[in-house]
């Protein structure tokens, strides 16, 4: 994932750092998907030198908690649900590109593959995005 992304970490000067990851049950390249959008979204959302930190820990019920954490813009309370939905988009296509359609594809892939996704952030102290996916046999 990371390294599909590896020209704009380049460009932008990023640090993308990660703990050990967890084997999950799932589509390889929609769970891929998932992680470059989210990462390439921390990349593209932050004014300063983009640092992304991604992280993994066990629930104990079958499930792994994940967080990509960010030093990005950030995004406002009231805003929280609707950046999810299909098309919407923050920011004018002048300042971000994109379609509008990152987020609602990881929460669709995240859906589809029984997790939940959602976003902790405040304008200005960039953003975590946590979604949980079914752990693998082999991590029960």
Known sequence: TVSNLQQVIQKRGARVTHGELPAVTGNAPQLAQLLQNLIGNSIKYCEAQPTVEVTASADGE???????????????????????????????????????????????????????????????????????????????
């Open 62 to 140: 079958g499930m792994w908690r994940f967080a990509v954490k960010d030093n990005g813009i950030g995004i406002s309370q009231e805003h929280h649900r609707e950046i999810f939905e299909p098309f919407k988009r923050l920011h004018g296509r002048g300042k971000y590109e994109g379609t509008g359609l990152g987020l609602a594809t990881c929460k669709k892939i995240v859906e589809r593959h029984g997790g939940t996704i959602s976003v902790e952030s405040q304008p200005g102290r960039g953003s975590t995005f946590r979604f949980t996916l079914v752990a693998s046999e082999a991590n029960l």
